[in-house]
């Protein structure tokens, strides 16, 4: 697999992660694989073969070829169904609300078509124009100046949204939304309101996969096989507390990770 990322445009970097592009030729006995949730929302476009996205054990879709994936709280299987070819972008997960005006919580645990997003002949027009853009460098700035222009539509980040994002993220998300809003609980309806409505999780929900994330890298990149090192330094209660929220979200324990056939493309990722 060719795994490569990019960074945005300065006036896009507080919405945009990153764009990535995945390369893998086609195999006989291709393996399914997990996807891990990682707190961000994702606009991406399949160039190579179609590929599934496990419903059930035995049932299946096709991934719509132009697709936002909305926040997704537990883990879901895909396969493709031959030559992978798949460019993307990465929003922060406050970021994806400021260029569409539908409420983000629509889109949680699901792929829906960007042509439903936006206007459709503006987001077929899209999709053309980066399925015949001849490399990344092209994409990635035909992707940016449709960004920049729907910036320009509708108002920025909502301020108690990011301050939340901000503090959950510089904590690993460990952080208590009382801790966050400063014991001013009366504004805590309306972060959760706002929350919904732009991130499509909940504060806490989103903590979970922040501070699992941390837990991850630090497992993948083996700065220590100790389960109990690596959940202190993530701030869980104790090796219990990570190991619960750690199969929550991916479905197996932390012993079982490495080395699991179907995490490779997330361990990918996250490495």
């Known amino acids: 697999m060719n795994y490569q990322t990019f960074q945005p445009h300065p006036d896009l970097e507080s919405l945009v992660s990153c764009y990535w592009t995945l390369e893998a030729p086609a195999e006989k006995d291709v393996k399914r694989q997990r996807i891990i949730p990682d707190g961000c929302i994702e606009m991406a476009f399949i160039l190579g073969d179609d ?30 169904t031959g030559y992978v070819n798949t460019f993307a972008i990465r929003f922060y997960p ?11 919580k629509n889109l949680a645990n699901k792929e829906t078509p960007i042509e439903l997003l936006f206007e459709k002949n503006t987001a077929k027009e899209l999709e053309q124009k980066i399925i015949q853009a001849t490399d990344s460098k092209q994409r990635i700035e035909i992707v940016e100046n449709f960004l920049l222009g729907k910036l320009n539509e509708k108002p920025t980040i909502d301020n108690i949204v990011k301050m939340t994002i901000d503090a959950l993220l510089l904590t690993k998300g ?28 909940s504060p806490k929900q989103l903590g979970k996969v922040i501070r699992l994330q941390t837990a991850l890298k630090m497992l993948l990149n083996k700065k220590t096989e100790n389960l109990t090192s690596i959940a202190y330094e993530s701030e869980y209660f104790d090796q219990a507390h990570f190991t619960k929220d750690f199969k929550e979200f991916t ?14 493309l997330s361990t990918l990722f996250y490495k």
């Not at 299946?60 to 537990?74: K, S």
């Not at 939304?177 to 732009?198: V, Y």
């Not at 479905?251 to 490779?264: R, V």
């Open 94 to 104: 406050y970021g994806f609300a400021n260029f569409v005006t539908i409420p983000i």
């Open 51 to 80: 590929i599934k996205r496990y419903t059930s054990q035995n049932e299946f879709i096709l991934q719509p070829r132009a697709m936002v994936l909305g926040q997704t709280i537990e883990p879901f299987y895909i396969k493709p």
């Open 174 to 201: 460990s952080a208590s939304i009382s801790t966050i809003l400063k014991e001013d609980l009366s504004k805590r309806r309306q972060l959760e309101r706002n929350f919904i409505k732009q991130i499509g999780v």
């Open 251 to 264: 479905g197996i324990n932390p012993k079982e990770f490495l080395g699991n056939e179907s995490m490779a």
